[in-house]
T-cell receptor, first 110, second 114 residues
Framework: GQQVMQIPQYQHVQEGEDFTTYCNSSTTLSNIQWYKQRPGGHPVFLIQ???SGEVKKQKRLTFQFGEAKKNSSLHITATQTTDVGTYFC??????????WGAGTKLIIKP | DGGITQSPKYLFRKEGQNVTLSCEQN?????MYWYRQDPGQGLRLIYY???????QKGDIAEGYSVSREKKESFPLTVTSAQKNPTAFYLCASSPRGSTNNEQFFGPGTRLTVL
């Protein structure tokens, strides 16, 4: 069945370092969504990408959608403690469902 | 305030008991969803409903049941047939049952079966 793979599972960074998470789909996607879940919280929508090769920025966050619309990435520049959490990608599946990646947990080293 | 509420935040039950988790939204959204999240894992869809009085099974519906009698309410019952019910349960809604719409999540219910 359709899958959305997300790597890495965890990323430990020093505050101020960059962070990147990658999503790869087994099929072409019409769009991809990104969500953030703070520790103990619930997922919150960040952005949706629709166009091939699309790049969108939100302050220190840069989202990319691949040319083939099968992969996507989220890059955070100069991480801050407020960035801590798990970042999920999600793409459309069958029957109006979203297929979720397993998430990448951003951990700031003390 | 518009949003999704789930109650209770924490729930403890004995093995073999059915339990119903509440989900209410005042966003006037047509579509509602129930997800299960286990530690270190992504979200797995249990049931979803695109419209009142209609719902479909997701990937892990076994041992769960739902109803959608009102647009704003989508309760989930975890039955004794669910073999491993301890998990974090998240309810979500979206304006329509389309994968082009963002999903809005409630705060979740942590269920522990003793």
């Amino acid at each position: 069945g359709q899958q959305v793979m997300q790597i890495p599972q965890y990323q430990h960074v020093q505050e101020g370092e960059d962070f990147t998470t990658y999503c790869n789909s087994s099929t072409t996607l019409s769009n991809i969504q990104w969500y953030k879940q703070r520790p103990g919280g619930h997922p919150v929508f960040l952005i949706q990408l629709v166009k091939s090769g699309e790049v969108k920025k939100q302050k220190r966050l840069t989202f990319q959608f691949g040319e083939a619309k099968k992969n996507s990435s989220l890059h955070i520049t100069a991480t801050q403690t407020t960035d801590v959490g798990t970042y999920f990608c999600a793409g459309p599946g069958s029957n109006y469902q979203l297929i979720w990646g397993a998430g990448t947990k951003l951990i700031i080293k003390p | 305030d518009g949003g999704i509420t789930q109650s209770p935040k924490y729930l403890f039950r004995k093995e073999g008991q059915n339990v119903t988790l509440s989900c209410e939204q005042n966003l006037n959204h047509d579509a509602m969803y129930w997800y299960r999240q286990d530690p270190g894992q992504g979200l797995r869809l249990i049931y979803y409903s695109q419209i009142v009085n209609d719902f479909q099974k997701g990937d892990i519906a076994e041992g769960y049941s739902v109803s959608r009698e009102k647009k704003e309410s989508f309760p989930l019952t975890v039955t004794s047939a669910q073999k491993n019910p301890t998990a974090f349960y998240l309810c979500a809604s979206s304006p329509r049952g389309s994968t082009n719409n963002e999903q809005f999540f409630g705060p979740g219910t942590r269920l522990t079966v003793l």
